[in-house]
Antibody
Framework: EVQLVQSGAEVKKPGESLKISCKGS????????IGWVRQMPGKGLEWMGI????????RYSPSFRGQVTISADKSTSTAFLQWNSLKASDTAMYYC???????????????WGQGTQVTVSS | DIQMTQSPSSVSASVGDRVTITCRAN??????LAWYQQKPGKAPNLLIY???SLQSGVPSRFSGGGSGTDFTLTISSLQPEDFATYYC????????FGPGTKVDIK
């Protein structure tokens, strides 16, 4: 069974750094993109970026470029989403999801991880 | 950038009703569109990809249609477990999601 398991909820202060994780299992991790999606409280889904773990090819949404860093560790089949300096506005649920590829291009996402709640508050 | 809109933003319906949700892109995206269902407190779930292909394991009462700029998601006979929020997502140039349509109980 394909599964993505995310790290647990985090409570941080503004200015702190954070790295959350998404571990894939049940499939060849390096053969599929991983995407990250933000959902702010009571709001919709926002695509943040994708990574191809095989070669770490990464693509960011313009809205998130420079704000976060996406990485992957092939040896542990884990993708990461990282902040260097959190803001209160980063408070949200963050989901990872496996990318479906069509002729080598990532198009849509499934299955999804269970989500990681990040709360940033002083 | 491609912008996605959905209508209605919410719909109240009864079990057994036929429900249709519309998604529109501000430029043509061929059939590069997906639909997701999200229940409260849960992760989204892929329902439809390539505008009209049913994801494995998804009940056949769900169907998708359209191409270019206008797309639909139809639930032929609404079941209690279908009350949720539905999102479209363009897959032509990026992964922009629509704002969502909440289906709740009338």
């Amino acid at each position: 069974e394909v599964q993505l398991v995310q790290s647990g909820a985090e409570v941080k202060k503004p200015g702190e750094s954070l790295k959350i994780s998404c571990k894939g299992s049940g499939y060849t991790f390096t053969s599929y993109y991983i995407g990250w999606v933000r959902q702010m409280p009571g709001k919709g889904l926002e695509w943040m970026g994708i990574i191809y773990p095989s070669d770490s090819d990464t693509r960011y949404s313009p809205s998130f470029r420079g704000q976060v860093t996406i990485s992957a560790d092939k040896s542990t089949s884990t993708a990461f989403l990282q902040w260097n300096s959190l803001k209160a506005s980063d408070t949200a649920m963050y989901y990872c999801a496996r990318g479906h590829m069509v002729r080598g291009v990532c198009r849509w996402f499934g299955p999804w991880g269970q989500g990681t709640q990040v709360t940033v508050s002083s | 950038d491609i912008q996605m809109t959905q209508s209605p933003s919410s719909v109240s319906a009864s079990v057994g009703d036929r429900v249709t949700i519309t998604c529109r892109a501000n430029q043509g995206i061929s059939n590069w569109l997906a639909w997701y269902q999200q229940k409260p407190g849960k992760a989204p779930n892929l329902l439809i990809y390539a505008a009209s292909s049913l994801q494995s394991g998804v009940p056949s009462r769900f169907s998708g249609g359209g191409s270019g700029t206008d797309f639909t998601l139809t639930i032929s006979s609404l079941q209690p477990e279908d009350f949720a929020t539905y999102y479209c997502q363009e897959a032509n140039s990026s992964f922009t999601f629509g704002p969502g349509t909440k289906v709740d109980i009338k």
